[in-house]
């Protein structure tokens, strides 16, 4: 799968060295604002699949377009109005929380309410595409999780706000979105305690039990032995 990702490293300039809580806030600020773009060739009838991290009660918005290869330009050309796509959203419980029908282009939107892994499944509901492009579809899509998924220039001419008064809600947002993945790293952790614990608890259980049958066999063994030994008159 091919990809087109767009990644900006910001060092720390010379003799400047950062603490250790502004190294976490930079880098939970960056998990806060995280967004995926790429894009990927599907068959006629194949699905492809996403897994995405998200906090609970958080907003992820989602924008695709599609390109079919165009022979005689030997290149990809913006899909015909009538090819759609078809998105599914599962939450960690297996349940849909979005099944809807697209057209070659569109943004999708929902809010996740419970954390965890999240499925975002995408596939074309037409076969004709494939008899002028290969059976292969290109299709570009770009996921905003959280406060980077807001439209603040739409937000500030709707709400009439200032520079200064946009520039606080988008820091507001931006903490409140810090502390919803801070939760979520909290109840990563207790699952993953909860599960060492299990683990820990079900290895010492299966050691004792190995304990027992080994004494129980060697109990028996000693016995079998001297009812052999009694019964060759050898004791």
Request: with cysteine.
């Amino acid at each position: 799968m091919a990809t087109e990702l767009g990644t900006r490293v910001v060092g720390t300039p010379p003799g400047l060295s950062l603490g250790r809580g502004m190294r976490a806030f930079l880098l939970l600020l960056w998990f806060a604002a995280r967004g995926d773009a790429l894009y990927f060739h599907i068959g006629e009838t194949e699905k492809k699949c996403f897994i995405e991290e998200i906090p609970d009660e958080t907003m992820v918005i989602g924008n695709y377009r599609t390109q079919l290869y165009d022979k005689q330009r030997e290149e990809y050309q913006p899909a015909t109005p009538g090819l759609g796509m078809f998105v599914e959203v599962k939450d960690p419980e297996d349940k849909v929380i979005l099944a809807r029908q697209y057209g070659s282009e569109g943004r999708f939107t929902f809010t996740s309410h419970t954390p965890g892994e999240h499925q975002i499944c995408l596939h074309s509901n037409s076969t004709k595409f494939s008899l002028f492009a290969g059976g292969m579809l290109r299709v570009h899509l770009d996921i905003q999780v959280g406060e980077h998924a807001n439209d603040y220039a739409e937000i500030a001419a709707k709400d009439k706000l200032s520079e200064l008064q946009l520039r606080v809600r988008q820091l507001v947002e931006q903490v409140e979105q810090i502390q919803k993945e801070q939760n979520y790293q909290r109840w990563r952790e207790e699952r993953f305690r909860q599960t060492s614990e299990s683990t820990n608890q079900r290895v010492l259980w299966w050691s004792i039990l190995q304990t027992l049958i080994l004494v129980a066999i060697g109990v028996w063994q000693m016995r079998h032995l001297k009812s052999f030994f009694e019964a060759k008159k050898l004791v």
